[in-house]
């Protein structure tokens, strides 16, 4: 059974940093895409970032540009979120999402019905 597990999140003030993780298991991990996405309170679930199997190449909301960075390590399963100069509206539930099949377009990145297994979620709160 495929499983991701987060961790990571917290409180932290404005302009600060956090760092989430996302460990996958029950598969070789190092084949498939992976995303996180988040979900603010009251809001629907919107993408945040991806990255592609090898880790070559790395994709982004406009939001979040240039503050936050993914990277994946494929002998240990997991895949990062370091987050950066965070903003109040930074705050929500963040997912990571494993996609099994390799898709030819980077457009599907983006779409969270692309992705296969989802973890559980990790609250993420800035403060202002």
């Known amino acids: 059974q495929v499983q991701l597990v987060e961790s990571g999140g917290g409180l932290v003030q404005a302009g600060g940093s956090l760092r989430l993780s996302c460990a996958a298991s029950g598969l070789t991990f190092s084949s498939n895409a992976m995303g996180w996405f988040r979900q603010p309170p009251g809001k629907e679930r919107e993408f945040v970032a991806a990255?592609?199997?090898?880790?070559?190449?790395?994709y982004y909301a406009d939001s979040v540009k240039g503050r936050f960075t993914i990277s994946r390590d494929n002998a240990q399963k997991t895949v990062y979120l370091q987050m950066n100069l965070l903003k109040p509206e930074d705050t929500a539930v963040y997912h990571c999402?494993?996609?099994?099949?390799?898709?030819?377009?980077?457009?599907?990145?983006?779409?969270?019905?692309?992705?296969?297994?989802w973890g559980q979620g990790t609250q993420v709160t800035v403060s202002s």
């Open positions: 999402a494993l996609q099994f099949r390799a898709y030819s377009s980077s457009n599907y990145y983006s779409v969270p019905g692309k992705y296969d297994v």
């Open positions: 990255i592609n199997w090898s880790g070559a190449h790395t």
